[in-house]
């Protein structure tokens, strides 16, 4: 998903009543865009971004979601060619064939998201469902009559009956669900939570790791799977075709040393983890990467009908990685799982049992098993390869265009190489890594430009460009600075400076999601209390946090300094999607706002004492913003 889709942009003279009211609510209008289903449309855009598939069971028509068109697109895979386009109301973000085949499932992300469900051979619209915010990935039981689909930024899965056309459930994720997976016998839906939802601080010494989300189809109670101790950005998930294993794709960071070096996966190793459905846990984490070949950024995982091929889009190195289902549940792919407390991270020293095919095309996403075959959608190059796991070493990708051959402007190259490992020593890591769709992987990281031993959260780099210095404790004095020295001391690179200049464009392009707590892109009632008491003598969070920016750009003193803190004067950071980024504090040892406020007394005066209905009102506004 296009994470700047959602538009919001500061200015330094606005009306605060303006941005925050009529602002917001502008935004809304601007998001409410026609019914689809126009057939043939041209793209209103330059890219078509493609980023999921669905495939006919008879293997000749792939479905393709194109995000940046707002389009679904039909194409005939023995003539290579696109048949028919569908225009969305906003961006498709994935794709579901009922089991007849006969009806497509989109999910079209927006703050008011919608479930659009065309006729499969005509494209004629048949329902449009209202769902929650950024409804991604839908799954449809083998009965067809249910469909589960993610609501990535309300934390939840809705529900929906397919005959009626409505929604019957809202069920409970963890955080940022993001990808969904059905069992077989359709008892059981899994649901990849994108991130960690822990505390990250030195004090806090459990497990700091995603949930995959276990529902029940027939009771919509939910069970979970932990992954192991490092795990964020999941990405991809599904299961084998005997209903006893799932897949899951991960980064596994080794966020508690100090990152001096990056090759052998010292900073992160790109994995995928193998659930066994019935005991309920992680079997085990597989690495991707070679001994001097990191695998950076694994997206989707699917599986052949037949159950015996695996296939990861390996996004930021252009690749795909391809096992047989036999060998990645044997003993003998115990040689490829990461030991991040030992050196080297692989025991194995790099020996793998992963096939790599290079693609025709850049930033591979959404997968889609065509027969014996896989499809896979190339996001940067506007085209679709399609792929022969078994074909000779020598084998080309077949290639099927979308669209003109992408002319790429400053801001999408700079998202391009935002996203490209192979700007990195050995391929091991991207700036996503870090910052999946430039925000914040919830991980402490102890960087050497401060000294060591005090590890800071991760930042958002929304508006970084906008809110110097970068880092907690401002030792970069602009984000363009923060981003050459990213690439030379996290990346381990040389680049040309128009690289960077590139990557300021993409980070100056980025734009705030509206906060799911908004009403109609509106504050609601209570929300409206808290701005009250933010902006107010009594309370004067405004000092600090002045509107449009919501910071001062300056340091100050809020009483967090660890025992190996240089400073006790640390960087405001802006409060604009303060409800994607927890943790909070610059150490990440409050995991709710209102932990911050009660337990922290964040910039609250000692003699100064809030009601619960006060604090409930200000944590409502700072989590609308």
């Given at each position: 998903?296009?994470?700047?889709?959602?538009?919001?942009?500061?200015?330094?003279?606005?009306?605060?009543?303006?941005?925050?009211?009529?602002?917001?609510?502008?935004?809304?209008?601007?998001?409410?865009?026609?019914?689809?289903?126009?057939?043939?449309?041209?793209?209103?855009?330059?890219?078509?971004?493609p980023c999921a598939l669905a495939a006919s069971k008879d293997?000749?028509?792939?479905?393709?979601?194109?995000?940046?068109?707002?389009?679904?697109?039909?194409?005939?895979?023995?003539?290579?060619?696109?048949?028919?386009?569908?225009?969305?109301?906003?961006?498709?973000?994935?794709?579901?064939?009922?089991?007849d085949g006969a009806k497509l499932i989109v999910a079209c992300a927006a703050p008011k998201s919608t479930v659009c469900v065309l006729n499969a051979s005509s494209g004629e619209l048949l329902a449009s469902i209202p769902v929650g915010h950024t409804a991604m990935s839908p799954v449809a039981t083998p009965d067809g009559k249910r469909i589960y689909v993610c609501n990535r930024f309300d934390n939840h899965v809705s529900a929906i009956d397919l005959a009626a056309a409505k929604e019957v459930a809202r069920i409970p994720a963890v955080r940022e669900p993001i990808a969904a997976a059905i069992t077989p016998d359709g008892r059981t839906v899994l649901v990849a939570n994108h991130l960690p939802n822990t505390r990250t601080d030195d004090d806090f010494r459990g497990e700091v790791s995603p949930i995959v989300t276990l529902i029940d189809t027939r009771t919509h109670e939910t069970a979970s799977?932990?992954?192991?101790?490092?795990?964020?950005?999941?990405?991809?998930?599904?299961?084998?075709?005997?209903?006893k294993h799932a897949l899951v794709t991960h980064l596994l960071s080794n966020f508690q040393k100090t990152p001096f070096r990056v090759d052998m996966?010292?900073?992160?190793?790109?994995?995928?983890?193998?659930?066994?459905?019935?005991?309920?846990?992680?079997?085990?984490?597989?690495?991707?990467?070679?001994?001097?070949?990191?695998?950076?950024?694994?997206?989707?995982?699917?599986c052949t009908a037949d159950g015996s091929m695996v296939c990861v889009s390996l996004s930021g190195i252009h690749q795909v990685a391809v096992i047989e289902r036999s060998v990645l549940l044997s003993d003998a792919a115990r040689s490829m799982a990461p030991m991040i407390v030992a050196w080297p991270i692989y025991p194995s020293l790099g020996a793998s049992l992963w096939r790599r095919i290079a693609l025709p095309g850049l930033g591979p996403r959404g997968l889609a098993a065509v027969g014996s075959k896989f499809a896979v959608a190339q996001y940067f190059s506007d085209s679709v390869a399609v792929i022969d796991p078994r074909a000779g070493e020598d084998a080309v990708p077949q290639t099927i265009a979308l669209?003109?051959?992408?002319?790429?402007?400053?801001?999408?190259?700079?998202?391009?190489?935002?996203?490209?490992?192979?700007?990195?020593?050995?391929?091991?890591?991207?700036?996503?890594s870090c910052h999946p769709d430039g925000r914040a992987d919830a991980l402490n990281w102890d960087l050497m430009n401060d000294g060591v031993g005090n590890a800071k959260n991760t930042k958002s780099l929304v508006w970084s460009h906008q809110t110097p210095p970068a880092m907690a404790e401002g030792v970069r004095m602009s984000a363009e600075e923060a981003v050459r020295s990213g690439i030379r001391h996290i990346l381990f690179s040389n680049r040309p400076e128009e690289e960077a200049l590139a990557i300021d464009a993409y980070l100056k392009s980025l734009r705030p999601v509206p906060s799911p707590r908004l009403v109609?892109?509106?504050?609601?009632?209570?929300?409206?209390?808290?701005?009250?008491?933010?902006?107010?003598?009594?309370?004067?969070?405004?000092?600090?946090?002045?509107?449009?920016l919501y910071t001062d750009l300056k340091p100050h003193n809020v009483h967090s300094r660890g025992p190996m803190e240089r400073t006790d004067r640390f960087d405001t950071p802006s409060l604009v999607e303060t409800w994607r980024t927890a943790p909070y504090l610059h150490d990440g040892r409050y995991t709710t706002v209102e932990e911050l406020l009660i337990e922290g007394r964040h910039g609250l005066r000692h003699d100064l004492r809030l009601s619960k209905e006060e604090i409930d009102d200000l944590v409502e506004f700072v989590l609308s913003l």
């Amino acid at each position: 998903m296009h994470a700047n889709r959602f538009v919001f942009r500061p200015g330094a003279r606005v009306c605060n009543k303006i941005t925050r009211a009529a602002g917001l609510g502008l935004i809304w209008a601007l998001l409410q865009t026609p019914a689809p289903g126009t057939i043939g449309a041209e793209p209103p855009g330059a890219y078509q971004g493609p980023c999921a598939l669905a495939a006919s069971k008879d293997g000749k028509t792939l479905f393709v979601a194109n995000a940046d068109a707002r389009q679904v697109a039909w194409i005939d895979l023995a003539s290579g060619s696109v048949t028919r386009r569908v225009s969305m109301p906003v961006e498709p973000t994935g794709l579901a064939l009922t089991p007849d085949g006969a009806k497509l499932i989109v999910a079209c992300a927006a703050p008011k998201s919608t479930v659009c469900v065309l006729n499969a051979s005509s494209g004629e619209l048949l329902a449009s469902i209202p769902v929650g915010h950024t409804a991604m990935s839908p799954v449809a039981t083998p009965d067809g009559k249910r469909i589960y689909v993610c609501n990535r930024f309300d934390n939840h899965v809705s529900a929906i009956d397919l005959a009626a056309a409505k929604e019957v459930a809202r069920i409970p994720a963890v955080r940022e669900p993001i990808a969904a997976a059905i069992t077989p016998d359709g008892r059981t839906v899994l649901v990849a939570n994108h991130l960690p939802n822990t505390r990250t601080d030195d004090d806090f010494r459990g497990e700091v790791s995603p949930i995959v989300t276990l529902i029940d189809t027939r009771t919509h109670e939910t069970a979970s799977i932990e992954l192991p101790h490092g795990a964020n950005s999941l990405r991809g998930i599904c299961v084998l075709p005997d209903g006893k294993h799932a897949l899951v794709t991960h980064l596994l960071s080794n966020f508690q040393k100090t990152p001096f070096r990056v090759d052998m996966g010292w900073i992160n190793v790109n994995v995928l983890s193998i659930l066994d459905l019935e005991q309920r846990r992680v079997v085990r984490t597989i690495g991707m990467d070679e001994q001097d070949s990191g695998a950076g950024n694994p997206w989707d995982v699917v599986c052949t009908a037949d159950g015996s091929m695996v296939c990861v889009s390996l996004s930021g190195i252009h690749q795909v990685a391809v096992i047989e289902r036999s060998v990645l549940l044997s003993d003998a792919a115990r040689s490829m799982a990461p030991m991040i407390v030992a050196w080297p991270i692989y025991p194995s020293l790099g020996a793998s049992l992963w096939r790599r095919i290079a693609l025709p095309g850049l930033g591979p996403r959404g997968l889609a098993a065509v027969g014996s075959k896989f499809a896979v959608a190339q996001y940067f190059s506007d085209s679709v390869a399609v792929i022969d796991p078994r074909a000779g070493e020598d084998a080309v990708p077949q290639t099927i265009a979308l669209g003109p051959t992408p002319q790429l402007t400053l801001e999408r190259r700079g998202e391009l190489l935002f996203h490209d490992a192979t700007i990195c020593y050995q391929h091991w890591l991207s700036c996503a890594s870090c910052h999946p769709d430039g925000r914040a992987d919830a991980l402490n990281w102890d960087l050497m430009n401060d000294g060591v031993g005090n590890a800071k959260n991760t930042k958002s780099l929304v508006w970084s460009h906008q809110t110097p210095p970068a880092m907690a404790e401002g030792v970069r004095m602009s984000a363009e600075e923060a981003v050459r020295s990213g690439i030379r001391h996290i990346l381990f690179s040389n680049r040309p400076e128009e690289e960077a200049l590139a990557i300021d464009a993409y980070l100056k392009s980025l734009r705030p999601v509206p906060s799911p707590r908004l009403v109609e892109g509106r504050l609601g009632p209570a929300a409206q209390r808290g701005q009250r008491l933010f902006e107010s003598p009594r309370v004067g969070c405004v000092r600090c946090h002045p509107a449009p920016l919501y910071t001062d750009l300056k340091p100050h003193n809020v009483h967090s300094r660890g025992p190996m803190e240089r400073t006790d004067r640390f960087d405001t950071p802006s409060l604009v999607e303060t409800w994607r980024t927890a943790p909070y504090l610059h150490d990440g040892r409050y995991t709710t706002v209102e932990e911050l406020l009660i337990e922290g007394r964040h910039g609250l005066r000692h003699d100064l004492r809030l009601s619960k209905e006060e604090i409930d009102d200000l944590v409502e506004f700072v989590l609308s913003l």
